[in-house]
């Protein structure tokens, strides 16, 4: 037997050999690491199958001359008896599975070096009742001339199908065009970089006539760049948690598109995951616990897949929230200029530690001193954690923190600005542990520390310090002169859907910590810890503590006006007596 025949076996995909190694107790080891060798020296001699796909004793007996000739079964099928139709399994196992009708959807854009291996295993596919819809998503290179070369056969036929988008759509719009072309009642998915095994629609169409109520199934498939099996019996919890379907290996009916919908067209990313997570919440699955799929990380040639180019932590952050596999939390750092203090920001932030899905979002506003460079480089060093948001242009804080709530995916929401600095590496899961045990919350903040330029010594605040409550309103906030028990938003942290809803009053001046109190508060209890957590530094070029008195006054009578604009109707009256009384306006000379 030549290198070229052994080549030719292995071309079919029909030898598995994880599966081969299994069919008796002890064969792992006397076939070693060479187990195609072992099956077509001694194996089919014994009865062994190269897979659950091809029946051997059915061939050899189907067709006597080839036993007559002693011939491996698998050897005569590559090398003869697949250009002459010999059927390779008994016709009663399958009559009925032949039936099951099957739309494959292939997105593709850009990848015609690679497109090939793809679509000649799918045509090559032993269960023959299926079409491939091949939806291309505005390629540049020549996908569609090169299409209707090779496979013009195929689409006269109508066994492949081929949509051109106008332009670049993405993958999941590209996948809902396939849906709605869709002619049968079965979807099947192939990427045009991974390699689906022979057998692979006729696993999954056994399964179906078998189980006749199922609506959707997956198998398992190979990770070539480490050889790691992927794939395991059905937990929505674990699948919540993090995805083991691929999409390749995934099957549904029609029906699932009509009830649920498709793909999320937001998502650049794990737009996979999101899908199989919808359907299976209300659909479980069947799990066939066989290899049908060989997924390649670094194909030759053609575009780099879209999780090279393509940021994962916000549509992660977005469907964990979204299913409710694990807590999701959002640190947004905001920063204007804070070059000397933001990399201590940012690893405060970081090294964060508790069991929650965590993003870091940094906004930065238009710095000129090289703060968004030294951020940049974090992004770099963690991509995974961190991604800076901002195109330059300086917006002002208000506006900062409403395009920084904009971007925050998470369950909670924390802010730490970009000269402050959290101590204490349990801030989030303690902070995040306390608005999950107080769902009437929307918010809570905890006792900040103030460290003053020059001076080591960090200090509390008194205000913070008498409180003895730990859930508080609108009338603990007028017992304190300043109206401001939070200080600093550094040390709060808010469910994030009410901060992407905040009244346009709150941005007109600067988001103040006064007037986020009154407003929250007629929503529920605001939570205060008294562990301190977060320091709040005091310098020369902070907004607050830079500013000079005359303009102190100014933003705090604007700042109170807010507040009272948001506040519940029996507190404006004391709010207005506060105006009146500390912030009436000087009066010419």
Known sequence: MTKEDIARIEQTGLFDAHWYVRQRPG??????????????????????????????????????????????????????????GRTIRAEETCDAAADVAFSVILPTFDRMPILDDCLRLLLAQTHRNFEVIVVDDGSTDGTGDWLHRHYAAELAQGRMVYLRLSENFGVAAARNAGLLMARHPWIAYADSDNLPSPGLLDAFARRIV??????????????????????????????????????????????????????????????????????????????????LLTYREDPRGGRAR????????SPKTRILRRYGGRKTV?????????????????????????????????????????????????????????????????????????????????DYVAILEGDDFWHDRQKLARQSGFLDANPDCPMVFSRIEIEAAGNPKRQTLERQNRLRKDRLDGADFLAEPTLNLIANLSCCMFRTDLMKTLPSVLYRHRLSEIGLAFHLERIGPLGYMRRPMSVYRQHAEGVWSGASAESRRASGRLVREIAKAVAHERYKPALQAIIDRDFAPTPPA
């Open 330 to 410: 959002t640190s947004l750092i905001v920063c204007y200029n804070q070059a000397d203090f933001i990399a201590g920001a940012i690893e405060s932030v970081a090294f964060q530690r508790g069991d929650f899905q965590h993003e870091v979002v940094i906004a930065d506003d238009g710095s000129t001193d090289g703060t968004a460079e030294i951020a940049l480089s974090y992004c770099e060093k963690w991509p995974w954690l961190i991604r800076l948001i901002g195109d330059g242009v300086n917006r002002g804080i208000a506006g900062n923190y409403r395009r920084a709530f904009a971007a925050a995916s998470g």
């Open 27 to 84: 064969l792992v080891r006397e076939a070693g690491r060479r187990p195609l060798r072992h099956y077509l020296r001694t194996g089919w001699r014994e009865g062994l199958q190269p897979s659950p796909f091809f029946d051997g004793t059915h061939y050899l007996a189907a067709h006597a001359d080839v036993a007559a000739a002693g011939c491996n079964p698998l050897l005569h099928y590559a090398l003869w008896g697949r250009d002459e």
């Open 210 to 291: 078998f189980h006749g109520a199922a609506r959707t199934l997956y198998a398992r498939f190979l990770r070539e760049s480490d050889a790691l099996i992927i794939g395991r019996r059905f937990d929505l919890a674990e699948l919540r948690r993090e995805n083991f379907v691929d999409l390749g290996v995934f099957v549904h009916h029609i029906d699932c598109f009509r009830e649920l919908g498709g793909f999320d067209v937001s998502l650049r990313r794990l737009v996979d995951w999101d899908l199989v997570l919808k359907y299976l919440h209300r659909h479980p699955p069947l799990f066939i616990d066989e290899v």
């Open 306 to 313: 879209i999780s090279d180019t393509e940021a994962v932590l």
